[in-house]
């Protein structure tokens, strides 16, 4: 069974940094292609950034050069490093785990981020 724990959400001042880690469990971490979230109230969730298990990323526009997302095969863990927040990027931000050349998702069940002005 696939496992995906988020941690790192929380609370931040406009202009702040902060990074989320995202642990799987339970299956061939490199055989996955990686993802990052959110869903703010109200709205969508919709695709922040994905890493594929060869490391090619890719980033939403609202996003493009404030965050980064790398992996660590050997810790099973994905990151998303968030610089230079504001307050649109308030929501809940979800990890999601899909294995390559299928359609099988796997969801961690969310850290808030919340930005204050």
């Known amino acids: 069974q696939v496992q995906l724990v988020e941690s790192g959400g929380g609370l931040v001042q406009a202009g702040g940094s902060l990074r989320l880690s995202c642990e799987v469990s339970?299956?061939?971490?490199?055989?996955?292609?990686m993802g990052w979230y959110r869903q703010a109230p109200g709205k969508q969730r919709e695709s922040v950034a994905t890493?594929?298990?060869?490391?090619?990323?890719n980033y939403a526009d609202s996003v493009k050069g404030r965050f980064t997302i790398s992996r660590d095969n050997g810790k099973k863990t994905v990151y998303l490093q968030m610089n230079s927040l504001n307050p649109e990027d308030t929501a809940v931000y979800y990890c999601?785990?899909?294995?390559?050349?299928?359609?099988?998702?796997?969801w961690g069940q969310g850290t808030q981020v919340t930005v204050a002005s």
């Open positions: 999601k785990a899909r294995l390559t050349g299928t359609i099988s998702d796997y």
């Open positions: 890493i594929t298990n060869g490391g090619t990323t």
């Open positions: 339970g299956s061939i971490f490199s055989s996955f292609v």
